[in-house]
């Protein structure tokens, strides 16, 4: 099984500022397969990013993601106020799929 | 717009069974794998199972198998997780999802409660 690691838990930034999220695999994710997740309390999460780095239909283009490897970066080059939420990365190159454990951005 | 509607959540006893539902709108997602993801309170998701398009294949989590059975009716446009000898980390919001690789459609959920 592939373990999902993101750091930090918590970002604090204000709106405006660019956020780098991180997401580490336990082993190689083949073909880049791992997808990013937005979710607002009482909300499903929401795809953002599948492949690694191509932006679900809808999703605005401050939201990037790049990696591959063991290595994935979610970027959010300007916070808007509906971005503060968790985000969660995902693998899905090998069976179980997994998430990673999430990075909550906050308001500072 | 595409819609996933979850039903057949609730409380049940340690031990107990259920069964979930989900109706989806759209008739070509028949075309696609779906999957169940389930989320515990305070935790991140986690994914439990998902079909191929035509049921042919099926895959579970480890501490599903033997215990889920993920099944649907495309006739229907409806996916279905039967759960059985429930434990008490079962409990979760659980989801129908699009996709058995990533997950582009999700409903709102169904809560299941596993308790004495």
């Known amino acids: 099984e592939i373990v999902l690691t993101q750091s930090p838990g918590t970002l604090s930034l204000?709106?405006?500022?660019?956020a780098t999220l991180s997401c580490r695999a336990s082993q190689s994710v083949s073909s880049s397969s791992l997808a990013w997740y937005q979710q607002k309390p009482g909300q499903a999460p929401r795809l953002l990013i599948s492949g690694a780095s191509s932006r679900a239909t809808g999703i605005p283009d401050r939201f990037s993601g790049?990696?591959?490897?063991?290595?994935?970066?979610?970027?959010?080059?300007?916070?808007?106020?509906?971005?503060?939420?968790?985000?969660?990365?995902?693998?899905?190159?090998s069976l179980p799929r997994t998430f990673g454990q999430g990075t909550k951005v906050e308001i500072k | 717009e595409v819609q996933l509607v979850e039903s057949g959540g609730g409380l049940v006893h340690p031990g107990g069974s259920l069964r979930l539902s989900c109706v989806v709108s759209e008739s070509t997602l028949r075309n696609h794998w779906m999957s169940?993801?389930?989320?515990?309170?305070?935790?991140?998701?986690?994914?439990?199972?998902?079909?191929?398009e035509d049921g042919s294949e099926k895959y579970y989590v480890d501490s599903a198998k033997g215990r889920f059975i993920v099944s649907r009716d495309n006739a229907k446009n409806s996916l279905y997780l039967q759960m059985n000898s429930l434990r008490a980390e079962d409990t979760a919001v659980y989801y129908c999802v699009s996709g058995g690789s990533w997950f582009g459609y999700w409903g709102q959920g169904t809560l299941v409660t596993v308790s004495s």
Do not use: H, M
Not at chain 1, 14 to 18: A, L, M, T
């Open chain 2, 36 to 52: 169940w993801v389930r989320q515990a309170p305070g935790k991140g998701p986690e994914w439990v199972a998902n079909i191929k």
């Open chain 1, 66 to 93: 790049s990696g591959s490897g063991t290595d994935f970066t979610l970027t959010i080059s300007r916070l808007e106020p509906e971005d503060f939420a968790v985000y969660y990365c995902q693998q899905y190159g």
């Open chain 1, 14 to 18: 204000s709106p405006g500022e660019r």
